[in-house]
């Protein structure tokens, strides 16, 4: 069984920072991609940010310059830095990883359960 488990939403006024974390647990021999989606109420989830096991990264054109994911592989944890927020990046910010478990050949993908970020004044 994995398991992520998402950290660090919250309520911040406009041109704040917040830092989300994401840690995957459970039965896991390697993770391949992490990600950070978001949902705003009556919206699509969408992409934030992206990054590979070997550091590649993209970023949804409205956050570039202003968000940076990071992860350490160590901890199987990755992290979403959240600069000059803005009221509309208010949404469920949801972590996704590619995991391969123990004896399996290929990679599945999770989910976490979410985290509320709000930006208001």
């Known amino acids: 069984q994995v398991q992520l488990v998402e950290s660090g939403g919250g309520l911040v006024q406009p041109g704040g920072s917040l830092r989300l974390s994401c840690a995957a647990s459970?039965?896991?021999?390697?993770?391949?991609?992490m990600a950070w989606y978001r949902q705003a109420p009556g919206k699509q989830r969408e992409l934030v940010a992206r990054?590979?096991?070997?550091?590649?990264?993209n970023y949804v054109d409205s956050v570039k310059g202003r968000f940076t994911i990071s992860r350490d592989n160590a901890k199987n944890t990755v992290y979403l830095q959240m600069n000059s927020l803005k009221p509309e990046d208010t949404a469920v910010y949801y972590c996704?990883?590619?995991?391969?478990?123990?004896?399996?050949?290929?990679?599945?993908?999770?989910w976490g359960q979410g985290t509320q970020v709000t930006v208001s004044s």
């Open positions: 990054m590979t096991r070997g550091d590649s990264t």
């Open positions: 459970g039965s896991i021999f390697s993770i391949n991609a």
């Open positions: 996704n990883a590619w995991i391969r478990p123990p004896g399996s050949m290929g990679f599945s993908n999770y």
